[in-house]
T-cell receptor, first 110, second 109 residues
Framework: DGGITQSPKYLFRKEGQNVTLSCEQN?????MYWYRQDPGQGLRLIYY???????QKGDIAEGYSVSREKKESFPLTVTSAQKNPTAFYLC?????????FGSGTQLSVL | GQQVMQIPQYQHVQEGEDFTTYCNSS?????IQWYKQRPGGHPVFLIQ?????EVKKQKRLTFQFGEAKKNSSLHITATQTTDVGTYFC?????????FGTGTSLTVIP
């Protein structure tokens, strides 16, 4: 099946810990995005990448980092500098002008 | 940065009633898209509007793009329980998508 796979579905972070959220796509799409979703706040852009080895900060990039070493993969690391990481994280790819979303990862702080 | 406001935040309707959500941008948009997110799910693309004053229909859903390309609306006629979810507009500017805060629709059977 073609699509965007996010893992894990649920993730827990301890204080001072970095965690990495996985996003893999087999759609051969060039552009990929990471969004954070909080209740009542819609989707806010963290980072996006148009091509391999290139990415740009979104509106709320502080405390996050990404890499794009392969077209298929766009992992997001939530660093210990992100003081309020509890949220639903959505990865997406873009093709034909529209976004295709993964099923998301719910990150919670222990 | 660019802001896209969406109202209302929540809407409860009886099954069979109509529903409308409104989206307003602080700047002119090249195009606007609408997405639906079912409870516990992820956003799914519904439609894109590009032209000033454009109106598109998908069965019971009617989408409009304002003349100034700064506002849009989604209207659902005779809601059904399958319409439950959160509807987001997204203003598109180049490579970036600016999402509204969403309208959560509850349909009471």
């Amino acid at each position: 099946d073609g699509g965007i796979t996010q893992s894990p579905k649920y993730l827990f972070r301890k204080e001072g810990q970095n965690v990495t959220l996985s996003c893999e796509q087999n759609l051969n799409h060039d552009a990929m995005y990471w969004y954070r979703q909080d209740p009542g706040q819609g989707l806010r852009l963290i980072y996006y990448s148009q091509i391999v080895n290139d990415f740009q900060k979104g509106d709320i990039a502080e405390g996050y980092s990404v890499s794009r070493e392969k077209k298929e993969s766009f992992p997001l690391t939530v660093t210990s500098a992100q003081k309020n990481p509890t949220a639903f994280y959505l990865c997406a790819s873009r093709f034909g002008g529209q976004l295709f979303f993964g099923s998301g990862t719910q990150l919670s702080v222990l | 940065g660019q802001q896209v406001m969406q109202i209302p935040q929540y809407q409860h309707v009886q099954e069979g009633e109509d529903f409308t959500t409104y989206c307003n941008s602080s700047t002119t948009l090249s195009n606007i898209q609408w997405y639906k997110q079912r409870p516990g799910g992820h956003p799914v693309f519904l439609i894109q509007l590009v032209k000033s004053g454009e109106v598109k229909k998908q069965k019971r859903l009617t989408f409009q793009f304002g003349e100034a390309k700064k506002n849009s609306s989604l209207h659902i006629t005779a809601t059904q329980t399958t319409d439950v979810g959160t509807y987001f507009c997204a203003g598109v500017d180049g490579n970036q998508f600016y999402f509204g805060t969403g309208t959560s629709l509850t349909v009471i059977p």
